[in-house]
């Protein structure tokens, strides 16, 4: 086994200009600020600018700007870029080079998207993990950026009062020597017959965007709001309760629980589940809603910069998306 173990050196986030109150929603759609609110715990989320400057790789830059900082390392010595988004800049090239470019990192580094929606962020966090514990690069650079105001269809009140746009940045490297940082379990997981619960049909080669499907709206995210509730409930808890027999810990011995944020009702179930003491858990999905592969390095900032996550903190993180794909993960901080 590897001796070497991987601390996340930096964090960063961006989180666009534009706020979305449910009070602008009931102008879209018919709902009420009170239905959203009780049924899943969001007041407003936020929204990039399609005017330039809060794109995804535009997120993502700023937020890697400060996760370097944060880190002390230069720009050219992050080795890999791996960048989570169900909501690409664009489909060629992927995103990760065009950050690559916006970051000035000129040392051609490896660069790659991860496509596991919701997932995306720990999906990458446990690549990146692999790769340092193998030599195979010494820091990664992992982002979780959406833009996902692009894919909602604004039309549908099952679905567009759930999400917003944000961005999580994390350069992830070697634990320096005397020091516990590392990521002690995960768990990666994915049951493709769920893939008609959330989806997006169209805009891939089976099915190239026309005129006709467009007008239909099938290139948007549809969603099964019930049924993708139902996994989730099993899931977060199901897949925590894997990394804490791997990690050989107890719920007792995890400092915070940083759950993917997607419904309150959904965390509050989780929590029940895992019998965790609600108090220890990282909670901010009134402000931001769902942003998909960003709401779990968004949460765990915010955590850290007002002193709840402290170093040395057993922290999980666990989430599900569309695929059907789920991911948990202990990281002790
Ligand atoms: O990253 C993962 C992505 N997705 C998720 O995690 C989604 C998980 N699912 C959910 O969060 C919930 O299922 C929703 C919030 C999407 C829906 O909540 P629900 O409690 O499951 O509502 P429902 O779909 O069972 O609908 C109940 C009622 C229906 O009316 P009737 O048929 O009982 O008259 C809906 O038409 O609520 C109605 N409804 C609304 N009413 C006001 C549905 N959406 C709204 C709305 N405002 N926005």
Request: charged fraction near 25%; proline fraction near 3%; charge should be neutral.
């Amino acid at each position: 086994m590897s001796s070497i173990k991987t601390k996340i050196l930096g964090l960063g986030i961006y989180l666009p200009q534009k706020i979305l109150h449910n009070k602008d929603i009931e102008k879209i759609v018919e709902t009420t600020d009170a239905w959203i609110f009780e049924r899943t715990g969001i007041r407003e989320r936020r929204v990039s600018s399609t005017d330039g400057g809060e794109y995804p790789t535009d997120m993502a830059m700023k937020a890697t700007e400060e996760a370097l900082k944060e880190a002390k390392i230069d720009r050219n010595e992050i080795d890999m870029i791996i960048f989570a988004s169900v909501t690409p800049d664009m489909p060629i090239p992927n995103s990760s080079t065009i950050l690559q470019t916006k970051l000035g990192i000129t040392n051609k580094c490896g660069c790659f998207d991860v496509a596991a929606a919701c997932s995306g962020f720990v999906y990458s966090l446990d690549l990146a993990d692999s790769m340092i514990k193998s030599k195979k690069a010494r820091n990664v650079l992992v982002v979780g950026s959406e833009m996902l105001s692009t894919i909602i269809d604004w039309e549908d009140r099952g679905s567009c009062i759930l999400f917003g746009d944000g961005c999580g940045a994390a350069i992830l490297g070697q634990t320096p020597e005397g020091e516990d940082s590392d990521i002690l379990a995960s768990y990666l997981s994915a049951d493709g017959t769920g893939k008609e619960y959330f989806n997006s049909p169209v805009g891939g080669a089976t099915e190239p965007l026309t005129i006709n499907n467009i007008a239909r709206k099938e290139h948007l995210m549809h969603m099964k709001g019930k049924d993708m509730f139902k996994v989730a409930t099993r899931t977060l808890a199901q897949n925590s309760k894997v990394v804490l027999e791997k990690a050989k810990l107890g719920v007792n011995e995890i400092d915070w629980l940083i759950p993917h944020q997607a419904n309150i009702r959904i965390i509050n179930t989780t929590v029940d589940l895992l019998d965790f003491d609600p108090k220890k858990v990282v909670i901010n999905i009134e402000k931001y809603g769902n942003t998909s592969s960003a709401t779990i390095p968004i949460a765990m900032y915010e955590a850290i910069k007002d002193g709840r996550i402290k170093r040395g903190h057993n922290l999980v993180f666990s989430t599900f998306g569309a695929g059907l794909t789920s991911a948990s993960m202990i990281v002790k901080y």
